[in-house]
């Protein structure tokens, strides 16, 4: 216990890193208070407050925004929207691909672009979003003018949310836009458990006892999954400078097993609420978009969680290609006289390495994918829908990751400082490790 008061003590002496923590937790908390601000022309006693299915899941990674028909009801969604769409662009089409190799103008005009997009994608979603999840009886004004003015409401809310993730980048502790997801799931998790407590009563004490340590383990699990590595052992030669050597040692480059993050399943969810919303803009008039509509807004569906899981796997994949390249880590040992023992630099290097991270990605990505769709398997088994959430799938693994991902900054900035690190062994790895040619 002392050592944890003596870190916190530590933290706090760090003034960059105080400001930092402090100024996270101030724009969170502008976050959760526009998340109570209600749409102009609602009535908020008319709506039900408890959306279901696919729409609950949303509601509870907005902290309650959706089905409180809040400002910010779409938060951050259309950001990512837009960036997997610009991420696909990216391997697909030449003039993307260009513009990633420019450096930092480069990324600047893809910021922008993606910017444009997201706009556009919030106003698409904001009128399915209108139509589909406010009751008519909970208007207070002309349909066609509360459309008109809640989905530019709308649109600007999801902008300022953007500019709060950026904002907490740049002068807050950890990354922006997965800190504002993760608030949103961490304010739901005290309600959902209370509310499992109380459901089950004192007669299901034994189940709820067996429900917290089963959650415990599967956390336990998708730590693991998010901190396992694979080592590829590299030789670096000898060299002699100014009559002094270099060189020599073996060091190791870490590939992750889930080297791509919490990405996968933030795309793949983003991709998975559109159907629901877009199929209840036609669920009158065609029998197929009703279909639609009702398997992709239960997320207990095989249909919803087969396609969820393909989602995830396909992103997992393409999220690795576009953010290790193997080539340019085989180029980078080779400058710097690096070697694989056993294999040639250059060529046969990259190839190994890639063939290395294909065989890591498929069972990590399959991993994930099973953690996803755990919950649709909890809630069947008994466990509430709000809390069997957080038995894996989004909201579990987005914590996971992001909790982890902010401890590693913190524990950056510590050691940077020579203050002792967050723990007496073992190191905290983040998602935000990315994985280059160790020089």
Known sequence: MNRFFSTIKNIFS???????????????????????????????????????GVFGLLDSILGGAFSNASIFALGIMPYISASIVIQLLTVAVPYFQKLQKEGESGRKKITQIT?????????????????????????????TFF???????LTSGTIFCMWLGEKITDKGIGNGISMLIMIGI??????????????????????FILEIVALFFVVMVTVMLVQATRRIPVQYAKQVVGG?????????????VNASGVMPIIFAQSLMFLPALLANLWSDESDTASYIGNVFSDFQSWQYNLTFALLIIIFTFLYTAITINPSQIADDMKRNGGFVPGIKPGKQTSDFID???????????????LIAILPAFVARAGVGVSFSQFFGGTSLI????????????????????????????GKLKGRSSQTSAVA
Do not use: C
């Open 355 to 369: 063939n290395i991270l294909t065989k890591i990605t498929l069972p990590g990505s399959i991993f994930l994918a």
């Open 147 to 153: 459309t008109i003015t809640s989905v530019i409401v």
């Open 398 to 425: 987005i914590m996971v990751g992001v909790i982890l991902d902010t401890l590693q900054q913190i524990e950056s900035y510590l050691l940077m400082r020579h203050y002792e690190g967050m723990m007496k062994s």
């Open 186 to 207: 961490i304010s739901s998790f005290p309600r959902a458990i209370v509310s499992e407590a109380i459901s089950l009563g004192m007669s299901g004490l034994l189940f």
């Open 244 to 256: 002094r050597v270099y060189g020599g040692q073996r060091q190791y480059i870490p590939l992750k």
């Open 14 to 52: 760090i003034e960059e890193l105080r400001d930092r923590i402090l100024n996270t937790i101030g724009f969170l908390i502008i976050f959760r208070l526009g998340s109570f601000v209600v749409l102009p022309g609602v009535d908020p006693s008319k709506l039900s407050g408890d959306a279901q």
């Open 115 to 143: 910017r444009v997009l997201t706009i556009a994608i919030t106003f698409v979603q904001g009128a399915g979003y209108v139509a589909g999840a406010i009751p008519a009886e909970a208007i207070m004004m002309s349909q």
